[in-house]
Nanobody
Framework: QVQLEESGGGLVQPGGSLRLSCAASGSIFSITGMGWYRQAPGKQRDMVAA???????NYAESVKGRFTISRDDNKKTVYLQMNSLEPEDTAVYYC?????????????WGQGTQVTVSS
């Protein structure tokens, strides 16, 4: 059974930084795309950043220059370094990965981690 477990969320002041981590576990054969999404209260879930197995990255316009996504394939982990945080970044952040396991290729989601930016 494949699971994604996020960590690193919390409360931070505007201008501060946080680093999110998401580790995949279970009977995993291969992982291709990995990414981070976020959902604020009353809003839809939107892509924040994504990274391919080759290391190509893509960012939402609102976080370009402030957030950096990276991955460690040996640890089956994806990271999101968030700098210069703004109150508008407050949301639940979800990890996503496209994984081949004993099941066919499919998307998996973490349970979410709360990020609150407030003074």
């Amino acid at each position: 059974q494949v699971q994604l477990e996020e960590s690193g969320g919390g409360l931070v002041q505007p201008g501060g930084s946080l680093r999110l981590s998401c580790a995949a576990s279970g009977s995993i054969f291969s992982i291709t795309g990995m990414g981070w999404y976020r959902q604020a209260p009353g809003k839809q879930r939107d892509m924040v950043a994504a990274i391919t197995s080759g290391g190509s990255t893509n960012y939402a316009e609102s976080v370009k220059g402030r957030f950096t996504i990276s991955r460690d394939d040996n640890k089956k982990t994806v990271y999101l370094q968030m700098n210069s945080l703004e109150p508008e970044d407050t949301a639940v952040y979800y990890c996503n990965a496209y994984i081949l396991s004993k099941s066919p290729w499919r998307d998996y989601w973490g349970q979410g981690t709360q990020v609150t930016v407030s003074s």
